[in-house]
């Protein structure tokens, strides 16, 4: 496997509408994703077959996570475990997150 390094930080500008999906990574069984949002999500329910781990990086969001409101601010991530049905309903413009997709079984601490 190649080397490969990067910065979160560069090329961060919100997208007019939704989110930004930048994959930083594919392991073995596990993908690791760079998301940046604008002010203005599209609201897609998500109903994944794999699980999630996401820390917001920067900003603020609010999310709809199996029917319970969510609050996430700078520091703050969840572990979604497959089949977690959730959206995002807000978020401010230029919130940034960094999200782990895997294929294996998940355990939070």
């Known amino acids: 496997m190649a080397i490969a390094r990067g910065n979160l930080f560069s090329d961060d500008a919100a997208p007019p509408a939704g989110e930004r999906f930048d994959q930083l990574a594919a392991l073995a069984g596990a993908r690791v994703e760079r998301i940046v949002s604008s002010a203005r999500p599209d609201g897609e329910l998500y109903d994944q077959d794999h699980d999630e781990w996401v820390v917001l990086l ?12 969510v609050h996430l601010q700078s520091g703050d991530w969840l572990m979604l475990p497959a089949r977690t049905r959730h959206r995002v309903l807000s978020t401010s413009s230029g919130a940034l997150w960094l999200a782990v997709h895997s294929s294996g079984t998940a355990t939070a601490p």
């Open 58 to 69: 920067r900003g603020e969001a609010e999310l709809d996570v199996a029917g319970q409101r």
